[in-house]
């Protein structure tokens, strides 16, 4: 006795899996996770970066450190590498409380963070496309 040939059904979905707070998400091409969670994905790298930045902010605008170089040979780190974190004491409230609420976009990354962005904060939004 034969039985019918099964027919095999393939779906192609476009998306790609972020770590985000030690979990992984899977995010849409569009930049929004494939399933929307109701708790926040607090992503502590991120918040920890924020706060060091802030901190080495602080140290060099009280007059701790009187230079960037001064800062990183003190914390035995590279002088750029302080450079690039100091300025995330600079992100628009809009994106640091998203970042600290754990509601920032599934797209937005460290290395999204680390890199050049504009200092104005409605430039920022649109740059790290903070509405998408």
Do not use: C
Not at 25 to 54: C, F, N, Q, Y
Not at 65 to 75: G, S
Not at 105 to 111: E, F, I, N, R, S
């Amino acid at each position: 006795m034969s039985h019918p040939s099964k027919a095999v059904l393939t779906t192609d979905i476009a998306m790609k899996f972020r770590i985000r707070g030690g979990k992984t998400v899977m995010v849409l091409p569009d930049g929004t996770r494939a399933i929307e969670r109701k708790e926040a994905i607090v992503d502590s790298t991120m918040v920890k970066i924020i706060a060091r930045g802030h901190r080495w902010h602080r140290l060099l605008s009280d007059g701790a450190y009187p230079t960037i170089e001064d800062l990183a040979a003190a914390e035995k780190i590279n002088p750029s590498y302080v450079s690039r974190v100091t300025r995330l004491a600079f992100l628009s409230p809009v994106i640091t409380e998203a970042i600290l609420d754990g509601k920032q976009p599934a797209h937005l990354t460290m290395k999204d963070l680390m890199a050049p962005f504009p200092a104005d904060w409605t430039m920022q939004d649109s740059h790290f496309q903070m509405l998408a």
